[in-house]
């Protein structure tokens, strides 16, 4: 978001129901909700990143404004969240799912690594409402009551895993490990993205595997990925470093040969 938060919302002046699409299959989706706000209702919002495909042959992926959310990424987070001024009551997370002919893979974010392994068969139906989860802006009350979006598949909340009276299994239900967590009071959060994949259709898949992190910056628009094996961007003053410590050598170099001519 280019202007603060703050700012955002005092130009909101109620909540949006949009229409949305499902998530396009195999791709990772982004969700918020916020079941702490001034509505009593839950609000979401859902976000198609990137086929799984780019998460694990990347080593670092970024969305930023003119591409997440198709350019609409600040409106529609205004549009769910206007009427709640704490940004830090709205929870996000990541998940995915790569339906296979041959083998299945599931992604979630979290914060700590899902123990124990995936039976898929059993998993299949959940994997499937995953990629059945609507996009875009939800608002009052759709991601409970319309039984398609992210609070109703996924969690309510980083601290809840079920709606009261829901019968089939959410996501978090299933790893026993929430895949959201609560925005900063900065708008910012890191999560870890892991993954499990089946070792053969019908098979029971393998532990879960830490595959990188993923970084959601609301009030900049961007959302980044860095694979676990990416090498991190040097901060400022370390490239300060980096530049001083070669004038040194230089110099250095410079007094041996004077010294040996």
Not at 54 to 59: E, N, P, Q
Not at 71 to 95: Q, R
Not at 234 to 261: D, S
């Amino acid at each position: 978001m280019k202007n603060s938060y703050k700012a955002a919302l005092l130009a909101v002046l109620g909540l949006t129901v949009v229409s949305a699409a499902q998530a396009a299959n195999n791709d990772l989706i982004l969700g918020f909700n916020d079941l702490a706000g001034s509505s009593s209702a839950q609000n979401d919002l859902t976000i198609n990143l990137a086929s799984y495909s780019d998460f694990t042959t990347t080593a670092s992926l970024t969305f930023t404004g003119s591409t997440l959310d198709n350019g609409n990424f600040a409106s529609d987070f205004s549009s769910a969240f206007g009427s709640d001024p704490t940004i830090s009551d709205v929870a996000a997370g990541v998940v995915g799912a790569n339906l296979g002919t041959s083998s299945r893979t599931l992604f979630a974010t979290g914060a700590a690594t899902p123990t124990g392994t995936i039976n898929y068969t059993s998993y299949r139906s959940t994997l499937n409402e995953i990629q059945a989860i609507s996009i875009g802006s939800q608002g009052s009350s759709a991601g409970l009551s319309a039984q398609n979006g992210w609070s109703y598949f996924v969690a309510p909340s980083p601290t809840l895993a079920q709606t009261s009276g829901q019968s089939e299994t959410t996501v978090a239900q299933y790893l026993s490990q929430n895949p959201e967590q609560n925005l900063s009071s900065s708008g910012i959060i890191t999560e870890t993205l892991y993954q499990s994949t089946e070792a053969s259709l019908g098979a029971t898949g393998g532990a879960f595997s830490e595959i990188g992190t993923i970084t959601i910056d609301v009030p900049t628009d961007t959302v980044t990925f860095n694979g676990i094996d990416s090498a991190p961007v040097p901060e400022p003053t370390t490239y300060g470093l980096l530049a001083g410590a070669g004038l040194l050598l230089v110099g250095v170099r410079r007094q041996f040969v004077k010294k040996n001519a």
